[in-house]
Each structure stands twice: as structure tokens, then as C-alpha cells.
């Protein structure tokens, strides 16, 4: 009688053991990813508006003129003075303006002004989605615009 040796290879029941495990690996890694890109999406939004807040102050200062940078929180945008183009912010982020009470428009709408000498009326912009929170902090003396990545622990 022919001895019958083991056979060299993996059973059915091996293979789909690593295929499970390898579809896991991924879908673990696809989360990963697009939690990633909300984060990358409200940083990038908040570092646009600091950068529209410099660019005002550096307007107003150049032209020796008041500048505003215009916030409508009903359509998730802002504009800056003298410009036609609307700078639109994803509506899953949440967008608030704390600002002087004289630069209150209108129903979800305020402004932020800088004036001639670099001063502005200051305020804070605070972007959210889900545990991101970014903050942007306006000096009203130097009109200096500050982005600050705070975690939202509950605490105000």
C-alpha cells in the first residue's frame, strides 16, 4: 500500500481566515483616513479665515482705511471689503462670531473691522465639527489674528 504524505498548501477554511482579517485591516484604515480628512478640511477652513483676517489688516493699514471681514452665519461665509468674492465654509462645520455689538449687521451676520493704525474691534471666530474645535482669537489693540486648536472637552 502507497504511504499518501501530507499535502503542501493551505485548507479552504486558512484562506478565508486571512482574507477576513486583511478586509479588517482596511476597513480599519479607511476610517482612519476620512476621521483624517474632517480634521484636514476645518483646520484648512480656519487657516483661510486667519489668513482673510491678516490680509484686511494689511489693507487697512496700506491704504489707510477701514477693512472688514463680513461673516454670514446662515450661509457658512465671509467676504472681506472691497472684494466681490464669497469664501464659502463646509456647512458640516459650525461657524460662530463673537464681535463688538456695533459690527452686528444683521440676523447671522457680523463683522470684524480694522482700522488704519492696525487696531480692530476684535472678537473670536470658532470654527467645530464633531470633536475638532478651532479658535481664532482677534486682538483688538494690535488686530492680531491668532489660530488655536482647543479640544472640545465640554468645558465653555
Request: hydrophobic share 40%; glycine share 10%; net charge negative.
Amino acid at each position: 500500500m502507497p504511504k499518501l504524505g501530507k499535502s503542501k498548501g493551505f485548507t479552504l477554511i486558512e484562506l478565508i481566515v486571512v482574507l477576513v482579517i486583511v478586509i479588517l485591516g482596511f476597513a480599519a484604515i479607511g476610517i482612519s483616513m476620512s476621521s483624517g480628512h474632517d480634521t484636514a478640511e476645518i483646520k484648512a477652513a480656519a487657516r483661510d479665515i486667519v489668513s482673510a483676517l491678516r490680509f484686511a489688516r494689511g489693507e487697512a493699514l496700506m491704504n489707510h482705511e477701514q477693512t472688514t471681514v463680513d461673516f454670514d452665519l446662515e450661509n457658512n461665509s465671509y467676504t472681506v471689503s472691497h472684494r466681490d468674492k464669497v469664501y464659502g465654509i463646509p456647512q458640516a462645520i459650525s461657524l460662530t462670531v463673537v464681535t463688538a455689538q456695533s459690527e452686528l449687521t444683521g440676523q447671522g451676520q457680523g463683522s470684524i473691522r480694522f482700522f488704519a493704525d492696525g487696531s480692530s474691534t476684535g472678537g473670536r471666530v470658532t470654527l467645530e465639527r464633531e470633536t475638532a474645535k478651532w479658535q481664532i482669537d482677534i486682538n483688538w489693540l494690535t488686530g492680531a489674528a491668532e489660530l488655536k486648536d482647543t479640544l472640545d472637552d465640554g468645558q465653555g
